[in-house]
């Protein structure tokens, strides 16, 4: 089983730039697929980006401006964020998809300001 932590979340001004992080530990990283979601109060959790064999994946709405990464040597997993938007904000959360099932971290908060 994988345990994930995030961190990097905190407030920001419009078009600033977050990296978040997502240290791994239990299992080597590479055995899994890892992912960021995000979620707003009262709506459902959102898929934001992934990667899976070298692959990088996005949601439309942050195309070009997120980047999804992982360091093999650290086990962890990054998204960097630029030119962020207002709309960006939510708690961001980590995710690691595996054959034994999916594993989330406790998430971490980003907000930014117009």
């Known amino acids: 089983q994988v345990q994930l932590k995030e961190s990097g979340g905190g407030l920001v001004q419009a078009g600033d730039s977050l990296r978040l992080s997502c240290a791994t530990s239990?299992?080597?990283?590479?055995?899994?697929?890892m992912g960021w979601y995000r979620q707003v109060p009262g709506r459902e959790r959102e898929w934001v980006a992934g990667i899976a064999d070298g692959r990088t994946y996005y949601t439309e709405s942050v195309k070009g401006r997120f980047t999804i990464s992982i360091d093999k040597a650290n086990n962890t997993a990054y998204l960097q964020m630029d030119s962020l938007k207002p709309e960006d904000t939510a708690v961001y959360y980590c995710?690691?998809?595996?054959?034994?099932?999916?594993?989330w971290g406790q998430g971490t908060q980003v907000t930014v300001s117009s």
């Open positions: 995710i690691a998809g595996g054959t034994t099932g999916d594993y």
């Open positions: 239990g299992r080597t990283i590479t055995q899994y697929r």
